[in-house]
């Protein structure tokens, strides 16, 4: 799968991402700390303030066996696409993988410009980290959902 900017005329040479392979990890003992409950007036999200601790707790596994089973290390990772459920969550990615203080500046911009958009949020942040990456410069995207779930996709930076 490649994700490429859909502008007519001004893809040429504008930077994509390869999707090169992905991994989900549901912890179903907490279930019922994210929930999307279907009601009259829409959507209504049920969030535990304890979603960054089951996060710090299988981060670290997920992404090290994405990465590994692809032959890379998290230092060699070249941009981080991080749904932005909080900053919390920014805080707890950062901690758990030993990140650098700049590694998450996109999903930070993404945050302060728009907030939590749901899931749609971490496309807003890989459209920020695309043209950061160069041609082949791996990249991971992180989102969580219901479930608990983890999903970590590894990317690869091309030119349209």
């Known amino acids: 799968m490649v994700l490429r900017p859909p502008s007519p005329g001004t893809g040429a040479g ?11 990890y549901t912890d179903t003992a907490t279930a019922g700390h994210m929930t999307w409950e ?17 996060l710090a707790e299988h981060l670290p596994m997920v992404v ?4 590994a089973r692809n032959g890379l290390a998290v230092g060699d ?19 758990t993988l030993g990140l650098g203080p700049d590694a998450l500046a996109a ?3 993404v945050l302060a410009e728009h907030g939590n958009c749901s899931s749609a949020t971490v496309l807003l942040v890989l459209d920020e980290l695309r043209p950061t990456l160069g041609p082949g410069d791996p990249a991971v995207a992180l989102a969580f959902g219901p479930g608990l779930t983890l999903y970590a996709t590894l990317l690869r930076g091309t030119l349209a």
């Open 14 to 24: 504008a930077p994509g991402v390869d999707v090169v392979d992905t991994a989900a």
């Open 38 to 54: 279907v009601t009259d007036l829409g959507f209504r999200m049920g969030l535990s303030p304890r979603v960054p601790e089951v």
């Open 64 to 67: 090290k066996d994405l990465l």
């Open 77 to 95: 990772v070249r941009g981080w696409a991080v749904h932005p459920g909080g900053p919390r969550i920014l805080h707890t990615v950062e901690d």
């Open 107 to 109: 999903s930070r911009t």
